[in-house]
T-cell receptor, first 112, second 111 residues
């Protein structure tokens, strides 16, 4: 049982480049999330999804887009990367059983 | 939206002593309050949670208390051990999803 898996684990981008982060969960969870973690700021919600085909904005959505075409996958896109998007990105998922959110291993993104 | 404040930001304790982390939240509709532990370079992992119909919950050396009237909740770690050194995050939500996190507390247990 893999839980929540993110790819890639590390990435370096140049300013203006684009990329997609992939999150996959095998727990049949309804809800999926993308958070960014910056020093001293905790985990801030970028976008989330309450089900296949649905997405919604979180606290810090600007500069990011998401898609959830399949229940098990949640993609985070950066169309034109900026140095301010240098961060550690975590995907998470949770189900209706209310047992809390399970996190992926994180993606360390550096934009130069 | 929900705003969660967490204190202190850093906490150093002697091994064997207790550690207490406090969080306040703004949305009176919040009814789910989990705590996560994140070791260096690892993912956050759920260690304990509490719902608004319960005032206290214990799991071995950790416990969480909730005061809905004052809108604050706390994590208590007793008999701290070196492996308790980590960053701890509180969170709150009025649903079972869309958690809002505090900024985190770095706990260091001194041997």
């Amino acid at each position: 049982n893999a839980g929540v898996t993110q790819t890639p684990k590390f990435r370096v981008l140049k300013t203006g480049q684009s990329m997609t982060l992939l999150c996959a969960q095998d727990m049949n969870h309804e809800y999926m999330y993308w958070y960014r973690q910056d020093p001293g700021m905790g985990l801030r919600l970028i976008h989330y999804s309450v089900g296949e085909g649905t997405t919604a904005k979180g606290e810090v959505p600007d500069g990011y887009n998401v898609s959830r075409l399949k229940k098990q996958n949640f993609l985070l896109g950066l169309e034109s990367a900026a140095p301010s998007q240098t961060s550690v990105y975590f995907c998470a998922s949770s189900g209706r059983t209310g047992l809390g959110a399970f996190f992926g291993q994180g993606t360390r993104l550096t934009v130069v | 939206g929900e705003n969660v404040e967490q204190h202190p930001s850093t906490l150093s304790v002697q091994e064997g002593d207790s550690a207490v982390i406090k969080c306040t939240y703004s949305d009176s509709a919040s009814n789910y309050f989990p705590w996560y532990k994140q070791e260096l370079g690892k993912r956050p992992q759920l260690i304990i949670d509490i719902r608004s119909n319960v005032g206290e919950k214990k799991d071995q050396r950790i416990a969480v208390t909730l005061n809905k009237t004052a809108k604050h909740f706390s994590l208590h770690i007793t008999e701290t051990q070196p492996e308790d050194s980590a960053v701890y995050f509180c969170a709150a939500s009025p649903y079972d999803y869309k958690l809002s996190f505090g900024a985190g507390t770095t706990v260091t247990v001194r041997a």
